[in-house]
């Protein structure tokens, strides 16, 4: 990569501090907010020092090359990390003001609030399509018959699927289709009523149409929700979110409005990678 | 250049030849050898067959199957009953025996000792399945029989002796020997087995699911209940079934420890047999041909039911392996 003069650095952080400030389309308050995060696989680099606010009710995407840290950056935010020893952290990450790396926090806690969809669907392949559901509230030891029954329904509804699996809630997880897996994976991830969800690359296994209806999801899942999504496709990042990061070798490049990103990028490797000249 | 290396390649007659042979040699070869497998063992179920021919004629296949008599000395009268039965029940109470113990040895391998821990208690593991059996046997003669004489057959003796004395005869006298010290060294024996096969079935497991219980809220232990083990199932039923199959077949430390008794009635805490045992205490003695033939239909049957194991086996792992996220 090409050195960035000096005077480019000064503009980049200036832009950076105005976004974060007040950025100008999102009124609704900050959920979560990264400080000085940076995150090392071993003495690798994976995420150096990105501070960035993602507001409620609001759909944040993550853009750049591969490699460049996102989903490395997006893992951070549910100590998703945390699985693997060689990670270390510095840097904080707040959730409505408490940082989520602080020693008193059980990491199983954040999860709840913090749903995760992954790249591939990961429906639990011995489980029936209901029992995939309701497994995050039996986990908190929720037996009522009727609340499962429920609250399955109406994740199943929020994920657009309920009516293509209405009449065979009982047959195994496994028996759909790859886009239906990851609705109900989604549907999965809302059972249990988090307040921020995580997508990693939703839609990078899925067929065009299956992607269509999942970005139809998320537009409706903003409402109530704040979500956080890496892509790889720039088209699908321009459609479904509100503000956007662009990301480069580890580094955050450049935060704002999705469209002010898109159409008149302040920092030029990000325009160049909107254009398609890398990455 | 690419078009001169694809003269090279394709117009030398002598390439071409020397490929299209090769092909066919290696085909063949792989062939043949493929076959031979299948024909070895066909050929040793149709030997053993043949060899306890004389026997099947005697008393009849279901005859000598449900036969409760082996008496080699007077009535040449040979029944197969007591040693199915004695290799059934310590094999499959082995198995009782071992599978949990297994399961939790293997969980704690796979998912919650550090690296350095693991590789120790791997090692470990593997070295304890290569110790020969006899060497199990031997430890099992000098130092396990007496303490479970000690411990457990001698108190069960003399209790019985004062309430039920006609029961004595069951129960056999109290030298250590019997079901209960073989079943428990051939629990020991198969530990090892199981817990390896569980523990690649474990390590199999795709991080994804791992992840996907984690995201939900799960702690360690919930995420094994919940992703771990069900997408580990076929391979640890399949694990318990070789093991299973193996226990059937092991002989010497079984021969050492089962106090070889060899007509019913049996209990768990008294002498016994199983068709390894006798067939390996046997075969010197045999010198009529009916008592020889007796012997190869034991490891005829024997053989048949490793062959029901492994095809249970081989069917469990076909029907609950999990593979690419899809039930099959």
Not at chain 1, 189 to 215: G, N, Q, R, W
Not at chain 2, 3 to 30: A, C, E, Q, T, V
Not at chain 2, 237 to 246: I, N, T, V
């Amino acid at each position: 990569m090409e050195k960035i003069p000096e005077k480019n650095k000064e503009i980049i952080i200036k832009n950076d501090s105005i976004d974060m400030a007040n950025c100008p389309t999102c009124s609704t308050k900050v959920r979560i907010e990264a400080k000085n995060l940076t995150i090392k696989y071993g003495k690798e680099f994976g995420v150096k020092n990105v501070s960035v606010p993602i507001h409620d009710k609001n759909v944040t995407a993550l853009i750049g090359p591969s490699g460049c840290g996102k989903t490395t950056f997006l893992r951070c935010l549910n100590r998703m990390h945390d699985l693997n020893k060689k990670v270390s952290i510095s840097g904080q990450v707040l959730l409505d003001g408490q940082d989520i790396y602080d020693s008193k926090v059980n990491p199983v806690n954040i999860r709840r609030k913090i749903g995760m969809v992954f790249q591939k669907p990961t429906p639990f392949p011995t489980m029936s399509i209901y029992d995939n559901v309701v497994a995050g509230l039996k986990l908190v030891g929720i037996r009522n018959k009727s609340l499962l029954n429920e609250v399955c329904e109406k994740a199943l509804t929020q994920a657009a699927l309920f009516d293509e699996v209405k009449d065979r809630l009982k047959s195994p997880g496994g028996s759909l289709s790859g886009g239906q897996q990851q609705r109900l994976s989604i549907a999965r991830a809302l059972a249990i009523e988090p307040e921020v969800i995580l997508m990693d690359e939703p839609t990078s296994s899925l067929d065009p149409k299956s992607t269509l209806k999942i970005e139809d999801l998320i537009f409706e899942l903003k409402k109530n929700y704040s979500i956080v999504i890496v892509t790889h496709n720039l088209p699908q990042a321009a459609r479904v979110s509100d503000c956007s990061i662009f990301m480069y070798l580890g580094e955050l490049i450049e935060y704002g409005k999705t469209e002010k990103l898109f159409k008149n990028p302040s920092d030029k490797r990000t325009e160049e990678y909107i254009t398609g000249k890398f990455g | 250049m690419a078009n001169n290396l694809g003269n090279i390649i394709n117009k030398k007659p002598i390439h071409i030849i020397y490929r299209w042979l090769g092909d066919k040699i290696f085909l063949s070869l792989s062939f043949i050898l493929g076959l031979t497998i299948v024909l070895l063992a066909i050929a040793m179920g149709f030997v053993l067959y043949s060899e306890s021919g004389e026997t099947f004629k005697t008393f009849g296949v279901w005859g000598f199957i449900k036969g409760t008599d082996w008496d080699a000395g007077l009535h040449m009268s040979f029944g197969a009953l007591p040693f199915i039965f004695g290799t059934l029940v310590t094999s499959i109470f082995s198995l009782l025996i071992a599978f949990l113990p297994s399961i939790a040895i293997a969980i704690f391998i796979a998912e919650y000792a550090p690296k350095w821990l693991s590789n120790i208690t791997d090692n470990l593991i593997n070295l304890i399945a290569a110790i020969p059996s006899v060497v199990v046997g031997i430890w099992g003669i000098f130092v396990f029989a007496p303490w479970m004489r000690d411990t457990f057959y001698m108190p069960i003796f003399l209790w019985t002796a004062e309430n039920y004395p006609t029961l004595l005869p069951i129960i056999g006298s109290p030298i250590g020997y019997g079901m209960t010290t073989a079943t428990i060294i051939l629990a020991l024996m198969i530990i090892p087995y199981i817990t390896v096969l569980t523990k690649d079935a474990i390590k199999k497991v795709p991080q994804e699911q791992r992840e996907a219980a984690y995201a939900l809220g799960a702690t360690k232990w919930e995420v094994i209940r919940m992703a771990i083990l069900p997408y580990a199932r076929g391979g640890i039923m399949a694990g318990a079934m070789l093991s299973f199959g193996r226990a059937i077949g092991e002989t010497m430390a079984v021969a050492m420890l089962i106090g070889n008794k060899n007509s019913f009635p049996f209990s768990i805490v008294g002498p016994a047999s199983t068709i390894p045992s006798v067939i390996i205490n046997e075969f010197r003695e045999a010198v009529s041909n009916i008592h020889v033939s007796s012997l190869m239909a034991l490891g005829l049957i024997l053989f048949v039911i490793s062959l029901i194991v492994n095809l249970i086996a081989a069917y469990i792992t076909r029907k609950l392996s999990i593979t690419g996220g899809k039930v099959i």
